[in-house]
Structure formats: C-alpha cells, structure tokens
C-alpha cells in the first residue's frame, strides 16, 4: 500500500484538482515547478535557516512525565507551540512565500478561519515586504477580533467574507475568486493539506519538517527513530500531516487522527468528516466532505475555529479509507477538559485544537511500554476567551 | 438530434442566457425558460445552484443561496424540466458545479438530462482531462455535449487540445474574472477575441463574462459565434421579476 501522492496527485482515490479553467495556468504552474524549487539547494538553505532562525526550529520533543504517569504509557510532546507565531502553520507560509517568490509573485491571499494561517501568512509577508491579503468569513472576524488586529498590525489587509455562511470555506472560496481575477501577480498561500493537487503535497512537505525532527529527537530520547503512536488533531490536516509524514509507509508506527465532535457526532453541531462525510469534491479536491445528499456543502461546527472545517486533506481521506490511521472524534466538551487537565500538569495552555487531541488519552488505552509521539500543533493564548468562557474563570 | 450544433449553424449571432433555477422563485423555472425563447432567445443555460460557487462573483452566488433557501434540489429540477420539450424547441444545457452530479450519480444526471431533452452541460470546475478519461463515454452515450471553458491565459496548445475534444462550441471566458465583474471589454479583450478567432477553430467560439448589454453583446459577436449573458439577467429577474423578460432580451438584441 502506498500513502503518499502518486504522479497523478492523488492519494488512492483521493486528491486531484477539480479546478475551473480560469484557474488552470496558475495551479499548473505551481505543479511543474513545486518540486523543482523545493529540491534547490538555495531553497532548502533558505528554507531551513528560516525555520532555524525564525521560527526557532527544532522544536522540542518534551517528554510529559505527569501527563505519561496519569495515563500509564510514555507521551512526548511536539511542541509546535513554541513556534514563532504560536502553531505549525508557521512552516507552511515559510516555506510558500519562498516558493512565491522563485515564482516571481508578488502579491500574496491567503485564507483564514481562527486566524492562525492568517497571522502565519502577513508574519512571513511582512518579513519579505509582499503585499498581503487575507479572506476571513465575516462571522469569524468578529469571533477573532485579536488574530485580526494582528494581522492588521503586521501590514495586512483583511477582507470579509460575505458569502454563503460567512465562515472559513467562504473565506477559502473568496480566495480562490481572487485568484481568478488575479491570475498572473497573485500566489495564493492556502493554509493546510487541502485544494488541487498540487497544494496537498506541497503544504505537507513543508510540515515534514515535524517528523524529520521526531525521528532524531526520538532517537535522543529513546534510543529509536520510531514511535508507537502518533497522534494529531486534524481540522485540514497539515499538522497531522507533518506528524505522520516519515512514518507513513511504515505501518509499525500507528497513526491516530483526532476530529472535533463539536456537540456530538450525531448532534447536527459536529466538524467529524471522516463520520459524517461522503466523497465529493470541494475546494478543488476530490476527498470526504460533510454534504446534503444533494451534494451541497454544509456547515460544520465546533468550538475550536481551527477544526471547524467541512472536508479533511485528500491524505486524510486516504488514509480513513484505508485504515491506514484510526480515526477519533472528541468534543467540545472532552477537549476543553483535557486541555485543562494540560495546563495543570504540564504547565503548557494548548490551543484547542490540539486540546482535541489531547483528550484521546480518556478514550483510548496505551501500554505502559508505548511511546505516543502527540503533536501539541498550537498554544492556547488565541483560545484564552473560549477558555474563560467556558470554564468562567 | 441534439439542437446545439443545428442552432450553431444558423447564419445568426446567438443570444444565450444563463438563470438560476430556482431564483427568484422556486416555480419560475419553465416561466423564464418559455419567455426567454419567445423573446428571440437562441440558446440557455439552466443553472443548477451550488452552495460554493466557486467561479460566480456576487449576483450568481447570491442566487444561488436563494434557490438553496427557495428548495431547490436537483430532482425538483429536473421534476420542473420534464415537459418543457413540449414547449420549448431551443438548445437547453444545464450550467452546475460537480459535486452535485457526482452526488446524483454521474451516469444517472446524464441519462435524466436526455429524457427531458437537455443538449449539454458545462460544468466548470470538471477539468478537461479528468472528463476526457473518466466521463466523456457516459456523456456521450447519452447524447450529451460537454461545453469547455478557455480563458486569456489558456495556452495555444490547451486550446487546440480543447477544441480536439469538444464537438459543440467553446465558452471563451471575456477576461480573467468569476463571472459578472467587468464593465466594458477594453483593448486588451478585443485583442484576445481577435486571436482566438484567428485560429480558426473547429468549434464556433461563445463569449460569456461581463456582457451585460448591446454594446458588450456586438463588441463580443464582432468576433465569435455568439454571446452569454449571465449576471445581467439575474440582476434584472432581481429588479423586474420574470414579466419583463421580453423587454430585457430587446435592449440587448435591437
Ligand atoms: C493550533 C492549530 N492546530 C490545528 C489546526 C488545524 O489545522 P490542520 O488540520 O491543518 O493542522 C489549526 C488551524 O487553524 C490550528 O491553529
């Protein structure tokens, strides 16, 4: 079996791009030169000094002694929270808007729910003097008021979007309009391992910079390069992508996939994709989306904006139908607790994604010998509102 | 017979028109395709509405919520469709996204569209060569055109491969845009009208986005085939309804 992309861009049944015309010269474009650009020397140096000197890579691989005690097996955690900017999405705007500048772009759209991606992209943006624009669904602006003024601040401009529900797959579609109206200045930065081929792949190459340090730090730890477990919220699925990316062919490293319930997987109020979606196409990819049985897309929902995606990556739908990873959904409710339970233990305050995946360790039993690699994709200071709402601290 | 290379062979400028089904109103489907062809109308293209339209600017999009809301599904239209041969004699094609044909079922939606007596279909975000592989034996079976779009930046070999495999007309998309953002066609589109027609094509050529009236609607005729006007319209269904259908299509013709 084979869970990477094949020459076609698609991971088994999954993937492709299902693109209008107009759109056809610019994602072309990026699909003859991607890996090219990727596999220059320059690239690379620039890519990893950045990510070094940044971002402030690696980031630890901390082995979490009270959580591990509680739960009777070995957890690390990979801290992408320490990131510059305070999540994964980091490493993928780096290393895009070096990829749009070998392309010679320069006017750079992004997409953004919670505002993460948002504030990744205008950081890296600012850093090369690009013009900056971010789509965000005018319901989330007012959801996300400091990601906004962040933005704002790092000399980006952010543009409602005032379409269908007003959320992030709006703010994904007016980025793509855009692109369609600016098809030769224009890269468009998308924010996870979603979209046409050959966005996926790109994005979750850029990400595998997470495994490539598990590896090595495992090694340092544990005196092997392999965990037993590799755990990861999935909204899009570009931290769980970068997570798994060294180990997927390896079929002794088990990879667990963590979607937001919402209120209930079976309460209309729910973000799990791989439960409640069916194959269709959205945003140009061919993958499991939540959809009427007339093939409209729906709403999802969940607490964290981060997972409150309608589809996963085309991997990740591969790798559901394949059995290749086990898919978990955890609610609004379990991840908010397991996201406390973090902070009085550790002393780490994770971003609600990654609460999400946190609370797997309820749900599911390790052994005491397993070693459960969890990637902790953000930090919570962006969800500290969600949490005093919450717990009404 | 399919009607829509006859129609192209008509030594005429045609006039096509792209509604939303559904929109304003959930039962003006056959009202607006009746009426569209008694004011001279040569050819339309039925919208199937999409929640993400992706490749539509604001007025389509905004239609296409509003059938959403209105009720309107893909077996209510094609329930609404099913005597309009009775009626109506002009090319018909069905404009939609794919995800809602793939849901329906891909063979079921083109054997449904032969039944009623639809031509073709243009679906946008199906790509060329995924059609070409996967689905252009199911379209054909069932006597169907499948109609591309080229856009400014199609490159002379993508255009060439496109007219290879279309066997109606091409959709020449006016400039790089969603659909109803330009006013006026500059220089910069007339050039690109004149190349493309000088490649001599096999298929006619019909140029849709951004022709909003008779001075758009002559500006694109001078040099292809026929014209589609899609944003126009539905901004006139909004303003007028669907009882001065007559008066719009004259403005635009006359
Ligand atoms: C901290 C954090 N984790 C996870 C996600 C989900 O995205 P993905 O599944 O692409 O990693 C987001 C998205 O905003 C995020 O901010």
């Given at each position: 079996m084979n869970y990477n992309i094949n020459e076609k861009g698609y991971y088994g049944e999954f993937g492709g791009a299902y693109i209008p015309e107009m759109l056809y010269p610019n994602v072309e474009e990026l699909r003859q030169n991607y890996l090219k650009v990727m596999a220059e020397p320059e690239f690379q140096k620039e890519f990893n000094q950045l990510l070094k000197d940044y971002v402030g890579r690696p980031s630890p691989l901390y082995f979490a002694k009270r959580l591990s005690k509680k739960y009777n097996t070995k957890i690390y955690l990979k801290r992408e929270d320490l990131n510059h900017t305070g999540a994964h999405k980091i490493n993928n705007t780096i290393g895009q808007i070096l990829m749009a500048k070998r392309l010679g772009k320069h006017r750079i759209i992004a997409e953004t729910?919670?505002?993460?991606?948002?504030?990744?992209?205008?950081?890296?943006?600012?850093?090369?003097?690009?013009?900056?624009?971010?789509?965000?669904?005018e319901i989330d602006i007012a959801r996300q008021a400091p990601n906004v003024a962040r933005m704002k601040m790092l000399g980006a401009s952010v543009i409602p979007a005032l379409s269908g529900s007003r959320t992030l797959k709006d703010a994904t579609n007016e980025a793509i309009r855009d692109w369609i109206n600016n098809p030769v200045d224009t890269h468009y930065i998308i924010g996870s391992v979603v979209g046409p081929h050959p966005y996926p792949d790109m994005v979750a190459r850029f990400q595998a910079v997470v495994s490539e340090e598990i590896q090595w730090q495992l090694q340092e730890h544990e005196g092997k390069t392999k965990p037993d477990y590799v755990v990861a919220c999935v909204g899009g699925g570009s931290n769980a992508a970068g997570a798994y990316y060294h180990f997927l062919e390896d079929t002794e490293v088990k990879l667990i996939a963590v979607e937001a319930a919402g209120l209930g997987v079976d309460s209309g109020e729910s973000a799990a994709t791989s439960v409640l979606g069916k194959e269709g196409i959205i945003h140009g990819s061919k993958t499991l989306l939540m959809q009427t049985n007339d093939g409209q897309i729906t709403e999802p929902y969940s607490i964290s904006a981060g997972l409150d995606y309608p589809g996963v990556g085309p991997m990740h739908a591969h790798l559901?139908?394949?059995?290749?990873?086990?898919?978990?959904?955890?609610?609004?409710?379990?991840?908010?607790?397991?996201?406390l339970e973090l902070c009085k233990l550790e002393g780490i305050i994770p971003a609600i994604e990654s609460s999400h995946a946190l609370a797997v360790f309820k749900q599911k039993k390790?052994?005491?010998?397993?070693?459960?690699?969890?990637?902790?994709?953000?930090?919570?200071?962006?969800?500290?509102?969600?949490?005093?709402?919450?717990?009404?601290? | 017979m399919n009607r829509i290379p006859t129609k192209l062979k008509e030594n005429k400028k045609l006039l096509s028109i792209?509604?939303?089904?559904?929109?304003p109103s959930i039962d003006n489907t056959t009202t607006i395709i009746q009426n569209l062809e008694k004011s001279g109308v040569d050819m339309i293209e039925i919208g199937l509405p999409f929640s993400d339209p992706l490749a539509d600017g604001p007025t389509i999009q905004a239609s296409s919520t509003q059938a959403l809301k209105n009720g309107m599904t893909t077996e209510l239209l094609f329930n609404q469709l099913k005597d309009i041969r009775k009626t109506v004699s002009i090319p018909l094609i069905i404009m939609g996204y794919f995800n809602p044909m793939l849901q329906y079922g891909v063979e079921a939606f083109c054997k449904k569209c032969q039944e009623i007596g639809i031509d073709g279909l243009i679906i946008p975000d199906l790509p060329v060569d995924v059609y070409n592989e996967e689905y252009k034996a199911i379209f054909e079976k069932y006597g169907l055109i499948n109609v591309f779009l080229i856009t400014p930046q199609t490159s002379v070999e993508r255009i060439n491969?496109?007219?290879?495999?279309?066997?109606?007309?091409?959709?020449?998309?006016?400039?790089?845009?969603?659909?109803?953002?330009?006013?006026?066609?500059?220089?910069?589109?007339?050039?690109?009208?004149?190349?493309?027609?000088?490649?001599?094509?096999n298929n006619p050529q019909i140029i849709g986005f951004g022709i909003s009236n008779n001075e758009t609607f002559s500006q694109a005729t001078t040099h292809a085939k026929g014209a589609i006007i899609g944003s126009a319209f539905i901004k006139h269904l909004t303003n007028k309804g669907v009882s001065e259908i007559n008066s719009f299509v004259k403005s635009i013709l006359n």
């Amino acid at each position: 079996m084979n869970y990477n992309i094949n020459e076609k861009g698609y991971y088994g049944e999954f993937g492709g791009a299902y693109i209008p015309e107009m759109l056809y010269p610019n994602v072309e474009e990026l699909r003859q030169n991607y890996l090219k650009v990727m596999a220059e020397p320059e690239f690379q140096k620039e890519f990893n000094q950045l990510l070094k000197d940044y971002v402030g890579r690696p980031s630890p691989l901390y082995f979490a002694k009270r959580l591990s005690k509680k739960y009777n097996t070995k957890i690390y955690l990979k801290r992408e929270d320490l990131n510059h900017t305070g999540a994964h999405k980091i490493n993928n705007t780096i290393g895009q808007i070096l990829m749009a500048k070998r392309l010679g772009k320069h006017r750079i759209i992004a997409e953004t729910g919670a505002g993460q991606h948002g504030v990744a992209t205008a950081t890296v943006c600012a850093l090369m003097g690009l013009e900056c624009i971010v789509y965000m669904g005018e319901i989330d602006i007012a959801r996300q008021a400091p990601n906004v003024a962040r933005m704002k601040m790092l000399g980006a401009s952010v543009i409602p979007a005032l379409s269908g529900s007003r959320t992030l797959k709006d703010a994904t579609n007016e980025a793509i309009r855009d692109w369609i109206n600016n098809p030769v200045d224009t890269h468009y930065i998308i924010g996870s391992v979603v979209g046409p081929h050959p966005y996926p792949d790109m994005v979750a190459r850029f990400q595998a910079v997470v495994s490539e340090e598990i590896q090595w730090q495992l090694q340092e730890h544990e005196g092997k390069t392999k965990p037993d477990y590799v755990v990861a919220c999935v909204g899009g699925g570009s931290n769980a992508a970068g997570a798994y990316y060294h180990f997927l062919e390896d079929t002794e490293v088990k990879l667990i996939a963590v979607e937001a319930a919402g209120l209930g997987v079976d309460s209309g109020e729910s973000a799990a994709t791989s439960v409640l979606g069916k194959e269709g196409i959205i945003h140009g990819s061919k993958t499991l989306l939540m959809q009427t049985n007339d093939g409209q897309i729906t709403e999802p929902y969940s607490i964290s904006a981060g997972l409150d995606y309608p589809g996963v990556g085309p991997m990740h739908a591969h790798l559901y139908k394949t059995g290749r990873a086990e898919f978990i959904a955890i609610t609004d409710d379990q991840a908010m607790q397991a996201g406390l339970e973090l902070c009085k233990l550790e002393g780490i305050i994770p971003a609600i994604e990654s609460s999400h995946a946190l609370a797997v360790f309820k749900q599911k039993k390790f052994q005491p010998e397993d070693v459960v690699v969890l990637s902790l994709s953000g930090r919570g200071d962006k969800d500290l509102q969600n949490y005093i709402d919450y717990f009404k601290f | 017979m399919n009607r829509i290379p006859t129609k192209l062979k008509e030594n005429k400028k045609l006039l096509s028109i792209y509604f939303t089904a559904g929109y304003p109103s959930i039962d003006n489907t056959t009202t607006i395709i009746q009426n569209l062809e008694k004011s001279g109308v040569d050819m339309i293209e039925i919208g199937l509405p999409f929640s993400d339209p992706l490749a539509d600017g604001p007025t389509i999009q905004a239609s296409s919520t509003q059938a959403l809301k209105n009720g309107m599904t893909t077996e209510l239209l094609f329930n609404q469709l099913k005597d309009i041969r009775k009626t109506v004699s002009i090319p018909l094609i069905i404009m939609g996204y794919f995800n809602p044909m793939l849901q329906y079922g891909v063979e079921a939606f083109c054997k449904k569209c032969q039944e009623i007596g639809i031509d073709g279909l243009i679906i946008p975000d199906l790509p060329v060569d995924v059609y070409n592989e996967e689905y252009k034996a199911i379209f054909e079976k069932y006597g169907l055109i499948n109609v591309f779009l080229i856009t400014p930046q199609t490159s002379v070999e993508r255009i060439n491969f496109i007219d290879s495999i279309s066997n109606g007309f091409i959709y020449m998309v006016s400039s790089a845009s969603v659909t109803g953002s330009s006013s006026g066609f500059g220089e910069e589109q007339t050039k690109y009208f004149k190349r493309i027609a000088n490649m001599k094509l096999n298929n006619p050529q019909i140029i849709g986005f951004g022709i909003s009236n008779n001075e758009t609607f002559s500006q694109a005729t001078t040099h292809a085939k026929g014209a589609i006007i899609g944003s126009a319209f539905i901004k006139h269904l909004t303003n007028k309804g669907v009882s001065e259908i007559n008066s719009f299509v004259k403005s635009i013709l006359n």
